[in-house]
């Protein structure tokens, strides 16, 4: 079975939120962007399990902006919030005039050596399942380490794509899962 994602946003999102949804769903293979309404957490699981995810990502916003990043795991008829990183900054991908990958197969993820970035190469690896020795074919997220953030850049094929992201260091991570 391949790995899939549910992408989704918090309720009433605004139109950055709904961009950066759309942004990372065109980056992530077997993602599946969902238009949540109403849906409680519980109907969010439901729907996950249906489509047969193995983690929901909720991008959650601040003032009309995408301040957090929710990654579950789907349980039964509930989710399971594995890792929650705090969004300081994001350049859409229309804004850096950056394109989306075509026949992307997979995520992996490059760091600096920094703290910051080691932390946050973790907890992106439980939340997106992504791998540390990139293939051809995958979205590579390269991570620096800037001062108390970090700096989230997406590439395929040695070309930047999707949107550019500040990242604070994980407000939550569950080390059992």
């Known amino acids: 079975m ?3 994602i549910l992408i989704t946003t918090s309720r009433r999102p605004s139109p950055r939120t709904r961009s950066l949804v759309k942004d990372l769903a065109a ?5 599946y962007r969902l238009t949540r309404g109403h849906m409680t957490l519980e109907e969010l699981a439901l729907e996950a399990r249906s489509i047969g995810a193995d983690r929901v ?3 959650g916003e601040r003032r009309g902006n995408p301040s957090i990043l929710r990654f579950y ?3 039964g008829r509930s989710l399971v919030n594995i890792v929650t990183i705090l969004v300081r900054g994001v350049k859409l ?3 850096a005039g ?6 992307a197969r997979g995520v992996a993820i490059i760091y600096d050596d920094s703290g910051e970035a080691m932390e946050m190469a973790e907890a992106l690896m439980r939340g997106l ?3 540390l020795r990139p293939a051809r074919d995958d979205v590579v997220i390269t991570l620096e380490g800037r001062g108390g953030e970090v700096l989230a850049r997406f590439r395929y094929r040695d070309r930047l794509v999707g949107p550019t992201l500040r990242l604070a260091r994980p407000v939550r ?4 899962v």
């Open 173 to 176: 991570m569950i080390k059992n």
């Open 93 to 95: 991908s229309r804004e």
């Open 73 to 75: 795991e789907p349980r």
């Open 57 to 59: 990502l909720i991008v």
């Open 27 to 31: 980056l992530f293979p077997g993602s």
């Open 2 to 4: 391949e790995y899939r």
């Open 98 to 103: 950056t394109g989306t990958p075509a026949g």
């Open 129 to 131: 399942k992504a791998r």
